[in-house]
């Protein structure tokens, strides 16, 4: 529009109008103001009246401070409108597209996991029956992770995994998938990230370490699957060349499992990262949701906007630990922790790295009191360690009293009942209080047991909250 302006009103060129729309569209002033004189004048001998002219070079300016078509904010609100309808009715299915469109993008994905299990959609982690290339919804109406999502996973070997599938139904053991696959395109490095993910966990009978355990044989299982799945496969191909074709079967054992320790949930998880980006079946942090949910003061990301605060309290886990030595002979370390949303790193020195250094160590979930202090610098602020334990039983340790909140509408004889059976046989040292909301008179009424404390950190929470029943935990 102000192109064509330009021309009709100042007789423009096409070039002249092109660099007033450069000017304006990338906010470039000099070049803005080197035309102004060059419209004034073309106006006025187009008879224009030079304070009309001004006025409407002025609005073009202000226009400029932050130049967007109309037509294309349209566009843009009518897109936010379809998605957020998409989103608002059809929630798996839009975030299994979002998920599958930034797939090779992990902090993208994660951002999307964490929306995911916000808005209360389930996402399962690979499975070689079930999974696609892309993150589908299953018929639960779930999201199920895409197989070209893993690392070292390529295109072809998800697709010669599928074209079988379709072909000849699902697997229905993984000396099953060694039979049938190509094994051309399926090689060592391709069941490792399979494994490792748990795609294969739907084979109950073998556990994820089980695959990378040494056998009479071979270093690992997956080596000696592969040697199975070729043996038998060459073997089949010979036989269908010989005289008998077809009617000739093919006899080799299938190689066992050799018997090793499961993987605990964190070796899992970590290993799941190797290959997602992600922790898959769960966080390292999950088993101290308690404790992260009442006891800390903010996640990590708002750990330097906690300026108004004497001391606050964080949590997280120890993903890594680099311990040194300064030039006069003193230690020191940097430490990375990260909580569900965001890492966080922090250096201890002198007398704090010598009384901490020994809970910072990689796997450990770690409960910090910390405060904001000035930088050596003095220009920016840093956190100030002021004391480090071990997440576990910190929920024990620092809750005082559970309050239950229960909306008058909500309560009858059956709920009291649950709650005081709960209560009876969840008995421990905090105080039960209690409650009770009038939302139509807008009344409260505050209620303490004296007679009944439970052990709020031994599932009686975990029981609340399957109940509907609001909850505080101080």
């Given at each position: 529009?102000?192109?064509?302006?330009?021309?009709?009103?100042?007789?423009?060129?096409?070039?002249?109008?092109?660099?007033?729309?450069?000017?304006?569209?990338?906010?470039?002033?000099?070049?803005?103001?080197?035309?102004?004189?060059?419209?004034?004048?073309?106006?006025?001998?187009?008879?224009?009246?030079k304070?009309?002219?001004?006025?409407?070079?002025?609005?073009?300016?202000?226009?400029?401070?932050?130049?967007?078509?109309?037509?294309?904010?349209?566009c843009?609100?009518?897109?936010?409108?379809?998605?957020?309808?998409?989103?608002?009715?059809?929630?798996?299915?839009?975030?299994?597209?979002?998920?599958?469109?930034?797939?090779?993008?992990?902090?993208?994905?994660?951002?999307?996991?964490?929306?995911?299990?916000?808005?209360?959609?389930?996402?399962?982690?690979?499975?070689?029956?079930?999974?696609?290339?892309?993150?589908?919804?299953?018929?639960?109406?779930?999201?199920?992770?895409?197989?070209?999502?893993?690392?070292?996973?390529?295109?072809?070997?998800?697709?010669?995994?599928?074209?079988?599938r379709?072909?000849?139904?699902?697997?229905?053991?993984?000396?099953?998938?060694?039979?049938?696959?190509?094994?051309?395109?399926?090689?060592?490095?391709?069941?490792?990230?399979?494994?490792?993910?748990?795609?294969?966990?739907?084979?109950?009978?073998?556990?994820r370490?089980?695959?990378?355990?040494?056998?009479?044989?071979?270093?690992?299982?997956?080596?000696?699957?592969?040697?199975?799945g070729?043996?038998?496969?060459?073997q089949?191909?010979d036989?269908?060349?010989?005289?008998?074709?077809?009617?000739v079967?093919?006899?080799?054992?299938?190689?066992?499992?050799?018997?090793?320790?499961?993987?605990?949930?964190?070796e899992?998880?970590?290993?799941?990262?190797?290959?997602?980006?992600?922790?898959?079946?769960?966080?390292?942090?999950?088993?101290?949701?308690?404790?992260?949910d009442h006891?800390?003061?903010?996640?990590?990301?708002?750990?330097?906007?906690?300026r108004?605060?004497?001391?606050?309290?964080?949590?997280?886990?120890?993903?890594?630990?680099?311990?040194?030595?300064?030039?006069?002979?003193?230690?020191?370390?940097?430490?990375?922790?990260?909580?569900?949303?965001?890492?966080?790193?922090?250096?201890?020195?002198?007398?704090?790295?010598?009384?901490?250094?020994?809970?910072?160590?990689?796997?450990?979930?770690?409960?910090?009191?910390?405060?904001?202090?000035?930088?050596?610098?003095?220009?920016?602020?840093?956190?100030?360690?002021?004391?480090?334990?071990?997440?576990?039983?910190?929920?024990a340790?620092?809750?005082?009293?559970?309050?239950?909140?229960?909306?008058?509408?909500?309560?009858?004889?059956?709920?009291?009942?649950?709650?005081?059976?709960?209560?009876?046989?969840?008995?421990?040292?905090?105080?039960?209080?209690?409650?009770?909301?009038?939302?139509?008179?807008?009344?409260?009424?505050?209620?303490?047991?004296?007679?009944?404390?439970?052990?709020?950190?031994?599932g009686?929470?975990?029981?609340?909250?399957?109940?509907?029943?609001?909850?505080?935990?101080?």
């Open positions: 529009q102000v192109m064509l302006l330009s021309q009709k009103l100042a007789g423009f060129s096409k070039g002249q109008a092109d660099m007033l729309r450069k000017g304006m569209g990338k906010k470039q002033k000099s070049i803005i103001d080197a035309l102004y004189p060059k419209f004034i004048e073309g106006g006025m001998h187009n008879n224009h009246p304070d009309k002219l001004d006025k409407i070079w002025k609005d073009w300016e202000a226009f400029a401070s932050y130049a967007f078509n109309k037509s294309h904010s349209t843009y609100a009518f897109v936010a409108f379809q998605t957020a309808y998409l989103k608002a009715n059809y929630p798996a299915a839009f975030m299994a597209s979002v998920l599958t469109n930034n797939k090779n993008d992990i902090s993208k994905i994660t951002f999307f996991l964490q929306e995911c299990k916000r808005i209360g959609v389930k996402v399962l982690g690979p499975n070689i029956n079930e999974s696609t290339s892309g993150f589908t919804v299953n018929a639960q109406g779930e999201i199920v992770f895409g197989l070209s999502a893993l690392k070292g996973i390529g295109e072809g070997a998800v697709d010669i995994i599928l074209e079988e379709e072909a000849g139904g699902l697997f229905s053991s993984i000396y099953d998938l060694m039979r049938r696959v190509s094994l051309r395109a399926i090689n060592k490095k391709v069941m490792e990230g399979l494994a490792l993910s748990g795609a294969f966990d739907c084979f109950s009978d073998i556990h370490a089980q695959y990378f355990a040494p056998t009479e044989k071979y270093d690992t299982f997956i080596e000696h699957l592969l040697r199975y070729n043996a038998f496969q060459n089949q191909a036989a269908q060349q010989s005289l008998f074709g077809e009617a079967e093919v006899m080799l054992d299938e190689p066992k499992a050799p018997d090793c320790r499961r993987w605990s949930l964190l899992s998880l970590n290993q799941e990262k190797e290959v997602a980006g992600i922790f898959l079946s769960g966080h390292p942090l999950d088993e101290y949701r308690l404790e992260m006891f800390t003061s903010c996640p990590l990301d708002q750990a330097m906007n906690m108004s605060r004497p001391q606050f309290y964080l949590a997280g886990m120890v993903t890594g630990a680099r311990h040194m030595i300064a030039k006069n002979g003193n230690g020191w370390g940097v430490f990375e922790i990260q909580d569900y949303q965001s890492s966080l790193e922090i250096k201890l020195f002198k007398e704090d790295y010598q009384r901490f250094k020994h809970l910072l160590e990689e796997g450990s979930a770690i409960f910090m009191k910390a405060k904001l202090q000035k930088g050596w610098n003095r220009n920016e602020e840093e956190i100030k360690v002021l004391d480090v334990r071990l997440l576990e039983g910190i929920a340790e620092m809750a005082r009293e559970v309050t239950l909140r229960i909306r008058m509408r909500d309560l009858d004889q059956e709920l009291v009942e649950k709650i005081d059976t709960l209560a009876r046989a969840s008995e421990g040292k905090h105080e039960l209080k209690m409650e009770l909301i009038d939302d139509e008179q807008r009344l409260m009424l505050k209620m303490v047991s004296h007679n009944i404390k439970i052990d709020a950190t031994n009686f929470l975990e029981e609340i909250d399957k109940m509907g029943i609001a909850y505080q935990l101080n």
